[in-house]
Structures are given as C-alpha cells and as structure tokens.
C-alpha cells in the first residue's frame, strides 16, 4: 500500500457517494407521471438513458415501448425499450439515425398518449438530427470546431441546438398534442433544463444571432450552409410561449448540488469539514486548479482537517497534440500550484466516468506527484503545455478508470487538506 492510498480510498469514496446519490434506479421512481389513457412512448438520450429506461421499465405498471440513445459502452438491458448507442462527444451516424426515429415516434403521438423523455449529460451530442438541408458532416465540424476552441457548454448547445431538428424545443413541438414528461438528470450549472442535453422539450432562450456572434467570437469558419441556416428567420428555435410547448412538462431528478452534497456528508462523517466551492464552477480547467491551489494551501495554514469540493464544467483550450480531458489538466494545474504542498490531496473525475473522450474518469493528486514525476523525467509544465494530461497521470499510475457510471451529473472535484497523520 502507498503512503497515499488512505486518502485515495477516501477521496475515492467521496466520488462514489456523489455517484450512488445520482443513481437512476434511485432517483427515477418518484418523479414517475400518472399513467396516459393512452399508449406510453417513450424516447431519450444520454449517458445515463439506458440506466434510466431500465428503471422505468421496473417501476412502470401499464405498457410501454420506445428508443433511447447513450454512449457506446453505457447501455444497459431493456426489455420493451429499445437502447442504441452512438458517438460522444462527436456525433455520429448511428446517433443521427436513432434520433431520426425518435422524432418519427413522437410525431406519431396521438392526444391521449403521454411521451416520456428521459434526458440525461450528453444528450446534446447524441441526439443529433440536423435541420435539412444540413448534412450531418457540416454539424461535425462546427462541434469539433467548437471544443477545440474552449467553448463553454452553453455556446456548443447553443450552435447544436439552432442546427438542429430535434433539439431546442422541437422534441416536445413534434409530439403535440400528446402530453410530454421529461425526466432529467442535470449535468449543466444552474440546472437549466434549456441547456440539458440542448433543451429537446422546452422552449429555447437564445436565438440565431447569438449563434452567429458564438462562431464569430471563437474565430470559426463555419460551412456556408450552417451560415445560411443561421441566417434565416424561419428556422428559429420554438419560444417561450409556443401553443405546441404548453403540453411538455419537467422534471428534474437528479442534479449536481444533491450529488456534492452526499459527500459533503461523507466528508463531515469522516472527521473533516467542508468547504462548499459550488457546483456551477466554469472557466479554464488548468486555471481553476491554479486557483484551488492557492485556496488549499490557505486552508493548511489554518490547521484544520478541510474538504474542499466543487462541481461544475471546465474547458480546456486545445493549443497541443496531447491526450487529456478537462479533470485531469485541471488536476495538473492543481499539482504546479501546489508544488508538492504537504498534506494535500485531490481527486477530479467526470460523474459518467468518463473525463472528455478518455477511458479513464479523472485521476489523483497526492504531495509527491511532481517528485514521482521528476523522477521519471516527466516535465510536468511542457505536458499541460501539450494539454497531455492523460499522459502525466497514466505515468504515475495515478488515473481514476471506473467505466461508465450510467448517470453524469458533472464534474466532480474533491481536495483534502489534513495532516500526513489522518490520511497517510
């Protein structure tokens, strides 16, 4: 056993509390609408909708059929609902063409059915259909465009959802008049169900023209179909208010706050207290480590056993050739700060168990990170510099690799600050 494998398992028990917490067989049951007079149709998308059908399909009394679509690798067994899984974060074909029958099923929803949507992270990608006439080539590369260039999620959802015949509201318009229920696990700051998985059942705040100043900020050469769509007025997004939207209901089951908070409970149970950053923390991922950094050596200077936790979504600007998401760069950047700081350890890892497009869910910082590093010639600046913080972590032996959770309810980011004596 390492010197730092207690607070490993610790810090790695606070993560599988914000986990349990937002597990669907837990949360889904009691949010469940009455049954339709009808046929129950159901439809969703995201890393936790098999999870989420599957226990439907557990708790529903009356029949009930439909199509989800999650990640590959995040299914789950089904019997009525059929799962597809397709590309994140880069759509793909296979997402386009589950979409696709999805939007068939709800416009086929009579007045007495109800549509049940489950919608949990990463819907957005997978619940691709563009609007005709884009291709789903054209949407490819403004999404690809758009990560690289450290786009907030509220921009890339912007774009995805004025490209988009499906998302945006057009879901819900499609299924009218039938009466829709979306149940959602949010993985977005503030919970904004316009924003989760890009809004499929609700009406959509932002408009064309802040898509258009999104790709102009970013410096993005969209392709001239894109600019075309972009440009006209028939293709705007349903608004607040739209007669087709007043049938769709929300739900939100899950969210990052109630996922932070059961580890603040394990945290309090293990003798530390907590200091509570946030679950809507945005901003550069290196940054932002940067900055805890700064606010856990603070915190040591005080004296006392303290557990820092943030949630949120960083972004990580793409400027080399190196593998990393956005919890590991921000954990090297935590790492440089803290410059092998005694006593404090860390662990940042994505809640669907997967950090950006990697295997691994985050990875773990300990005080002798950078000497384990110098030691084995990794320069840990000209790494985070390559954004290649896969690469700096997998060479400690220091990633967090869960597989997928089936839910995703954000980052999730835990620093414990405390004596060699508590957690070794």
Not at 194 to 205: F, H, N, Q, W
Request: hydrophobic share 45%; with cysteine.
């Amino acid at each position: 056993m390492t010197k730092a494998a207690p607070a490993r398992a610790l810090l790695q028990s606070l993560f599988q509390a914000a986990i349990d917490e937002a597990r669907p067989a837990l949360v889904l049951p009691a949010h469940l609408p009455p049954p339709p007079r009808g046929r129950t149709i159901v439809v969703g998308a995201g890393k936790g909708a098999a999870a989420m059908a599957a226990a439907l399909e557990a708790h529903w009394r009356q029949p009930l059929s439909g199509l989800v679509v999650t990640r590959y690798g995040h299914g789950a067994a089904t019997k009525a609902i059929e799962v597809v899984e397709a590309g994140h974060p880069m759509p793909d074909a296979a997402g386009a063409a589950a979409a696709a029958r999805i939007l068939d099923l709800v416009r086929r929803a009579e007045r007495e059915d109800l549509v049940l949507c489950l919608l949990s992270g990463g819907g957005s990608a997978l619940l691709t259909l563009p609007a005709p006439p884009l291709r789903l080539a054209d949407k490819q590369a403004v999404t690809q465009a758009l990560l690289r260039s450290g786009a907030t999620i509220g921009e890339i959802n912007c774009l995805r959802k004025h490209l988009s015949a499906i998302k945006g509201g057009r879901l819900a318009a499609a299924a009218f008049p039938a009466r829709t229920v979306s149940l959602i696990i949010s993985d977005v700051p503030g919970d904004d169900p316009s924003t989760i998985a890009s809004g499929p059942t609700v009406a959509d705040p932002t408009t064309q023209a802040q898509a258009r100043a999104i790709l102009e900020r970013r410096g993005i050469a969209a392709p001239p179909a894109v600019l075309r769509h972009l440009n006209d007025a028939a293709q705007e997004t349903p608004k607040e208010g739209d007669p087709h939207l007043e049938s769709s209901a929300i739900r939100i089951i899950a969210c990052p706050a109630d996922a932070l908070a059961a580890a603040a409970k394990a945290a309090a149970k293990a003798g530390f207290a907590v200091e509570m950053l946030g679950d809507a923390l945005e901003g550069e991922a290196r940054l932002l480590g940067a900055a805890h950094g700064v606010l856990a050596r603070r915190a040591k200077s005080a004296g006392k056993p303290l557990c820092i936790l943030s949630g949120g979504e960083t972004t990580v600007s793409m400027a080399g050739a190196g593998r990393g998401g956005r919890n590991s760069e921000y954990l090297l950047g935590l790492a440089i700060e803290l410059d092998g700081t005694s006593g404090i350890h860390a662990l940042a890892a994505d809640t669907d168990g997967i950090d950006g497009s990697e295997d691994n869910a985050g990875a773990f910082l300990a005080p002798d990170t950078l000497s384990r590093a110098h030691a084995l010639g990794l320069d840990a600046k000209a790494l985070l510099d390559d954004n290649d913080s896969y690469g700096f972590f997998a060479a400690l032996g220091d990633l967090l690799v869960t597989g997928p959770t089936r839910t995703n309810v954000n980052d999730f980011r835990a620093i414990l600050v405390a004596s060699p004596d508590m957690v070794g």
